[in-house]
């Protein structure tokens, strides 16, 4: 089973953690979870509420300079010599041994930016780490590759899918935004980084782009400069064997900055190369993407991502029904639930409207406190890893009344006893930007898996409840039965936010596909 990656910012889901629970530390990773992400809006407003002080200051100070400066300026235009009038003469003394002193060492600008600087420091361990813009860059990255999405597309704000001449968009967002060239930088210099030339040249290219565009305008915010694109991307198309883009590229930036010694160098050798290949016949190289996790399956689950692959249609296969289930249980008997049958090898089951919204959002809200970076069994270690992106934690029912009646529920439905040790308790997951969690088995396969440790057996079923609706993107992948079921099903105009997914896989583990 595979929790495929979502498209932008999509899901939001829930679990709880055994044990006592530390609360995370304040300068957590933000870009696992969207909560921390949503999280992060705060500092940000409180930063306007600092910017817009230090500029009303700023509007005020500027308009007291302007004063002066147009009091000074009147008595310079009169024709009549200022000096004949012994008080205009004291005042022009006056104005240069101390006005002018004053106006030029004012403190009030050091204190403007003084607050603002003062505040900024007040609030900079809730700020993101480089981690945070790294991981949220890989984030964009990886929904490059899983969805083929097109970079130019993605700067401009556009979620499309191009495949030769065919266009497919994919995500429409309610509010259009594109990135700026030091947006595009910066995501292509975190590929440079790691070596990963095959993802930093569009990047980069996208950001020589832009910044040529808007070359002479001096923006605050940037980091980066047309020289410093120039720069990373000829240096990246020479690693990927294009040696003549490498010139090409730095010849432009000696434009801009001719007494770079390093770039005089490297001219004279691309120039060489070339030389010395013309008499040659060199292959033409081809950037391999990087198989980080080195996946067998890596097509399979990334095609599955993007469509439902061989997943049957009920009047294709007569076996495949919906109905009213009870599973004779006297508590579902006044509320039956209403069941889907899309799978029968491996068995898979949809439950509609498992949850109501206020039960979901309940969960969401006890999880939320507890959520940390999710980890995965390696050894006798739990460890975080690239391919999976989200925060949990896990649930007790002894921590809401609700909660019990949510376990009730799933026993009378599934006939299992979910009680500890039998089943282990809710398992809560929000995903993050990008947020996936690449093919794994939900059981364990390793005899020094912590679940024997545990002596409560290994998993056998896993029960999944979808807690909330995503904009676009997400499935549950079954990449051996070449599947994929999303993370919510339409029904009667709307979306059903509490679908839940049973499958034969795993016993007490409740999780959500990274949408």
């Known amino acids: 089973m595979v929790r495929a990656v979502r498209l932008g910012a999509l899901l939001a889901v829930l679990v709880l953690w055994v044990g006592d629970l530390a609360r995370a530390a304040a300068r957590e990773d933000k870009f696992s979870a969207l909560t921390?992400?949503?999280r992060a809006l705060a500092p940000e407003r409180r930063l306007l509420a600092l910017l817009r002080s230090y500029l009303l200051g700023e509007e005020a100070r500027l308009r007291d300079l302007t004063r002066f400066y147009d009091k000074v300026l009147s008595l310079h235009e009169d024709s009549a010599t200022p000096v004949a009038n012994p008080l205009l003469a004291f005042t022009l003394i006056k104005r240069l041994h101390s006005d002018w002193r004053n106006v030029v060492h004012s403190l009030e600008a050091s204190e403007n930016i003084r607050a603002l600087k003062d505040g900024y420091e007040k609030l900079e361990q809730e700020l993101p780490a480089f981690e945070d813009l790294e991981g949220a860059a890989r984030a964009l990255m990886r929904l490059q590759d899983v969805y083929m999405l097109n970079v130019k597309g993605l700067a401009r704000g556009v979620f499309q899918r191009v495949t030769g001449s065919a266009v497919t968009d994919l995500y429409s967002p309610r509010q259009l935004f594109s990135?700026?060239?030091?947006?595009?930088?910066?995501?292509?210099?975190?590929?440079?980084?790691?070596?990963?030339?095959?993802?930093?040249?569009?990047?980069?290219?996208?950001?020589?782009s832009l910044f040529r565009g808007s070359y002479g305008e001096w923006k605050t915010e940037d980091e980066a400069s047309l020289e410093d694109a120039l720069d990373h991307l000829a240096f990246a198309c020479f690693q990927a064997g294009n040696v003549s883009c490498a010139l090409s590229l730095s010849r432009e930036f000696l434009l801009y900055s001719p007494e770079n010694k390093r770039m005089v160098r490297n001219v004279l050798k691309y120039e060489r190369l070339l030389a010395e290949s013309s008499h040659q016949e060199v292959a033409e190289t081809v950037i391999q993407r990087p198989n980080v996790p080195h996946l067998q399956t890596r097509d399979t689950y990334e095609g599955l991502c993007q469509t439902l692959g061989s997943q049957p249609i009920h009047y294709q296969i007569p076996s495949l029904y919906c109905s009213y289930e009870t599973n004779s249980s006297p508590y579902l008997l006044l509320q039956p639930v209403r069941k889907e049958v899309i799978h029968l090898e491996p068995y898979v089951a949809l439950y509609h409207d498992f949850v109501s919204d206020p039960e979901a959002q309940k969960i969401r809200e006890l999880a939320e406190p507890w959520l940390q970076r999710s980890v995965v069994a390696s050894g006798g270690k739990q460890l975080q890893v690239e391919y999976r992106i989200s925060k949990s934690a896990w649930l007790k029912d002894t921590v809401d009344?609700?909660?019990?009646?949510?376990?009730?529920?799933?026993?009378?439905?599934?006939?299992?006893?979910?009680?500890?040790?039998?089943?282990?308790?809710?398992?809560v997951v929000n995903y993050g930007i990008g947020g996936h969690y690449e093919p794994h088995?939900?059981?364990?396969?390793?005899?020094?898996?912590?679940?024997?440790r545990m002596k409560s057996g290994n998993r056998v079923a896993t029960f999944m409840i979808y807690l909330s609706s995503v904009e676009a993107g997400g499935a549950t992948a079954f990449i051996y039965a070449n599947f994929s079921v999303p993370v919510?099903?339409?029904?009667?105009?709307?979306?059903?936010?509490?679908?839940?997914?049973?499958?034969?896989s795993q016993l007490g583990e409740e999780s959500v596909p990274a949408g």
């Open 36 to 38: 921390s992400v949503a």
């Open 441 to 452: 088995f939900d059981h364990a396969t390793s005899p020094s898996s912590p679940l024997f």
């Open 401 to 427: 009344p609700m909660l019990v009646t949510l376990n009730h529920r799933i026993a009378a439905l599934t006939g299992l006893d979910v009680r500890p040790p039998y089943a282990e308790y809710l398992q």
């Open 488 to 504: 919510v099903k339409i029904s009667t105009g709307k979306a059903q936010k509490s679908v839940t997914e049973v499958s034969l």
């Open 179 to 208: 990135l700026t060239a030091d947006d595009c930088f910066q995501i292509g210099k975190v590929a440079y980084d790691m070596g990963d030339y095959y993802h930093a040249i569009p990047w980069l290219e996208e950001a020589v």
